[in-house]
């Protein structure tokens, strides 16, 4: 048995803040939670774990990266022109070898479990995260992502993804998903086979949606950046037709709405869209500081929240951010948008552990609840609001354990 104690626990965000607390773990699972009181007498302890001025939480949990862009920190500078951003990085891409991606996710990995993230959602172009991931302690998602614009494919590429998907092996840290990306890059008929495979396997889905004006225009008229873009790229058939309706609209028409959903970003919809999500039960993933990065107008968080739509946050890759801490996002959505800070840290964990339909294992910390936790360095000497606190700008992330295991311990003890 381990015991991981600090001067404060918080369970849940639903939950009250334990002073002097701790818990206890055994094997990859919560044995006990309570005061240091409580669990400091139980049978077997082995070692325990004193993190001081820290705040013990849930280990934090990525509902959206890319982690095989992690070697493209401050490689494109911040841009309001998302579709010049693409182009950009698309010819950055293409000079990448295997090793590349291999190193850019093991960097991200590393990155990722530092900033006390246990759980990540990854969506992976070339399939390297299957190996490299599978390979770490982080509990991970990892969705496979679909292009193709040319519905005359469609059946050729299902097949072809099939066959893909089956030749990977979950274990208790591994789960698949599927990531048609976006209704730009990705057909109706596409949509609509990767729905029906997401079913029938019982996978969930993820698609990149609403994430700028540009993006609305194709799809209404088939003119602007976009256009211009897939043109470049080569990437637009020549019998392609705009559906002319909006994005949300257009992922309803596929069916794919009434599946297990992530709707990444989802910056730009209107009141009858945020209903539209809220009677499928799709969730939203927010990624504030890549927000920022493309000079986005406000994004409608309240709304969402007021709605009852599940939203967690993301850090995007690290070609459109600093930092791949979800701490950093859940400090950026604190000062940025009077969020209040339990709903914030509910973002990081309880809504994200539904959105990856894991909230039976993990986003409390709970007996018999998966143990990762994270314990987060509060500032020295301020008596403040214990929440106030864990969101001050020199708060950071000390100890990361993921399924029973410590996977970072800043304090070296």
Not at 47 to 61: K, Q, S, Y
Not at 127 to 154: A, C, M, Q, W
Not at 320 to 346: A, F, G, R, W
């Amino acid at each position: 048995m381990i015991i991981v104690k600090a001067n404060y626990l918080i369970p849940s965000p639903e939950d009250n803040c334990i002073e002097n607390g701790a818990i206890a773990v055994t094997g990859t699972k919560i044995s006990r939670i309570g005061s240091f009181d409580d669990v400091k007498g139980l049978p077997d302890i082995e070692r325990i774990f004193d993190l001081g001025n820290a705040v013990i939480l849930p280990g934090l949990i990525n509902t959206h990266t890319h982690l095989d862009l992690t070697a493209m920190q401050n490689h494109i500078k911040p841009t309001g022109n998302f579709t010049h951003w693409v182009f950009q990085l698309v010819g950055a891409r293409m000079r990448w070898k295997d090793e590349d991606y291999i190193s850019s996710i093991e960097k991200g990995i590393e990155l990722c479990i530092e900033g006390g993230t246990t759980t990540v959602a990854d969506i992976t172009n070339t399939g390297h995260s299957f190996t490299v991931l599978k390979e770490s302690p982080l509990r991970k998602v990892i969705y496979k992502e679909i292009i193709g614009l040319d519905s005359n494919l469609s059946d050729e590429m299902i097949k072809i993804l099939t066959e893909e998907v089956s030749s990977i092996a979950p274990d208790h840290l591994l789960h698949i998903g599927l990531s048609p990306h976006a209704p730009y890059s990705v057909s109706k008929k596409l949509y609509q086979s990767v729905s029906r495979l997401a079913l029938e396997k019982s996978l969930p889905i993820c698609t990149h949606i609403a994430e700028t004006r540009d993006e609305i225009e194709f799809l209404l008229k088939g003119t602007g950046a976009f256009s211009l873009l897939l043109q470049k790229l080569h990437a637009l058939p020549d019998n392609w037709k705009p559906p002319g309706i909006t994005p949300i609209q257009f992922l309803h028409e596929t069916g794919i709405l009434n599946a297990r959903l992530n709707l990444i970003h989802a910056n730009y919809t209107t009141d009858e869209e945020i209903a539209l999500i809220q009677s499928t039960g799709a969730s939203v993933v927010f990624c504030p500081k890549s927000h920022q990065f493309f000079g986005h107008t406000n994004y409608p968080v309240h709304k969402y929240l007021g709605a009852g739509i599940n939203v967690s946050l993301g850090t995007d890759s690290l070609a459109s951010n600093d930092s791949l801490q979800i701490l950093d996002e859940m400090k950026h959505l604190y000062s940025h948008y009077s969020v209040p800070p339990e709903t914030i840290l509910s973002m990081a964990t309880i809504h994200a552990a539904k959105a990856l339909y894991m909230d039976a294992q993990i986003g409390q910390l709970k007996e018999n609840f998966e143990a990762d936790l994270c314990g987060i360095m509060i500032p020295e000497g301020d008596k403040g609001p214990i929440y106030q606190r864990l969101l001050d700008p020199s708060s950071k992330n000390i100890f990361t354990m993921i399924a029973g295991v410590v996977c970072y311990n800043a304090l070296g003890k």
